[in-house]
């Protein structure tokens, strides 16, 4: 396909239609809404279904319903959004049924503000509803990636019946760069043997995410755990950019990661041994590659659009083997190149310490300011 | 007629629906929730349509309906149901959809849901039970409590300066341009509860025939939160509940209308 000028939220809403998303269950909400505005065009010019919702709480409930038919569906939102789907999504998750979602997330807590940021970590990555389970999570940096992990989470939601939820920012959701689609490929709704959609004749199927017996949920529970160790040994994604050679590495997803390459090859320039480690799975995290790297490095730099969430993980991850530091724009604002490049220099020419608290260090810093 | 003539199956007036499965109900003796399902199965049946019918079951006492419909069948949410429905109509528009939902579930919690699929008229058929209570929580006060009538968490007796009136959503839906049928019954005895299964088939046929949402609201019983015996109980429909909900056909479109069973 040739490569054209796409819109990040419309990228991610034709790639679905492309890799035979048939239904899709959505609510308006900024920074998000032409995911649903491209699909209230496309789908029904298609012949596949498309309902703006009267809530995030009914659309998540609608998807639900269509994934319980085997169907590819999908919804879409941003953080407030998200967070009424919540209820939805753990019943998904308990009715181990393959769903797509995409957060393309925005400054709060609360109704916050429309701007680019990476709040909605925890949330995503741990989860968010009630009860034991863990979807898997991707974080696109860039348009390209936006779709290439639209297609890929249709796969990864089928391949393990779980939920798939790609968090990208605002500003992946509204930027315009070059990328490229998928070829259209015609709907093939698999025969899946938990499918319901009338018996036919054949035994007749529930699903549900009851099981009244607290012996049978903990067997529930522990096959989703023993799906979940699967996911962690096959599907875990990330990309190094100059590791090879590092002396510091910084860690970022999505936008963030984006915007700390940048940095990374300035700070290159001026000769210092720096690279950058980005998760691309951000659940299920690459925790033994980045305590591999913690192994060979002076220090680690965790960049995030949030209050320092992702940096638990990196420090569970690198169990003490170096220090690692935190640099955060919280509240939907974006940081600039220099920013980072001035925390990488401040990083690479300090003494670092194994036991100051990297949140706390970069509040004072912060505030200091 | 001796004993063994009534045995064959010829002779048999009365069996249990092929839409039913051969197990034993979890309600409590003199809950009409079992009547209410029996003919939902009997409908079924008689369109021959079991096969290609998939259920919703919400929450509330009728949670597990799963365990007792030969369909396939899922288990929403509390009061989500209509946006599992939805969802599994729009995919499979060809398939029988119906959900069965208790008042709390569908008045209370799932009244944004019922709302929406009724103002989108949804083409699927909805089976509300309307007991006046929260059965399965232990008989709290539900959005269709009467006035006065003691509940665990209205125990002076609902007051309607405090706790506001009970809300009639069979004239509610029938305002809604989507909605094809919207009706109420009452399975208190057997005249009406041959009235009920002829208004469940009606809206099942006005599914068949994609002429929008169609309802059935069902008064029925909740001996056990009430407090008062399975008989008394359908007394107690008839007595109290019949002239707060009324019975009858608040909305039949033109096309419904035509319907001959
Ligand atoms: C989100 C949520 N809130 C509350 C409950 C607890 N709950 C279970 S059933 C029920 C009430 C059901 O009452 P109704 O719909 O009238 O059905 P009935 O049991 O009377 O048949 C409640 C409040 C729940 N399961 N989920």
Known sequence: MPRELLKGNEAIAEAAIRVGLEAYFGYPITPQTEILEHLSRRLPELGRAFVQAESEVAA????YGAACTGARVMSSSSSPGVSLMMEGISYIAGTEIPVVLVNIMRGGPGLGNIAPAQGDYFQAVYGGGHGDYKPIVLAPSTVQEAIDMTVMSFDLAEKYRTICMIIADGSIGQLMEPAE???????????????????????????????????????????????????QKNEIRFKEYYTDNADFVVVGFGSAGRIALSAVRAARHQGIKVGLFRPITVSPFPFAQLEELSKRVQGLLVVEMNMGQMLQDVQLAVKGNTPVEFYGRPGGVVPFPDEILHEIQRVATSKLSLDADPRMSWLDRATAK | MVTSDIARPENQVYCRPRSFTDVSTHYCPGCTHGIAHRLVAEVLDEMGVAEKTIGVAPVGCSVFAYNYFNTDFVEAAHGRAPAMATGIKRVLPDKVVFTYQGDGDLASIGMAEIMHVAARGENITVIFINNAIYGMTGGQMAPTTLPGMKTTSSPMGRDVEMQGYPIRMSEILATMDGVGYAVRRSLHDPANIRKAKKAIRT?????????????????????????????????????????VFPLGDFKVSAAVGDIRI
């Not at chain 2, 169609?214 to 019949?242: F, K, R």
Request: charged share 20%; with cysteine; hydrophobic share 40%.
């Open chain 1, 181 to 231: 689609l998928p070829e259209m490929r015609p709907i093939q709704r698999q025969n899946w043997d938990w499918a319901v959609n009338g018996t036919g004749g054949r035994q007749r199927r529930i699903l549900s995410s009851i099981y009244i017996e607290p012996k049978d949920e903990e067997i529930a529970n522990l096959r989703m755990l023993k799906r979940w160790q699967e996911i």
């Open chain 1, 60 to 63: 998540i409930n609608m998807v």
């Open chain 2, 203 to 243: 809206a099942f046929e006005a599914q068949r025939r994609g002429l929008g949402f169609s309802m059935v609201e069902l008064l029925s019983t909740c001996p056990t939160n009430w407090g008062i015996n399975p008989v008394n109980s359908l007394q107690w429909v008839a007595d109290h509940m019949v002239p």
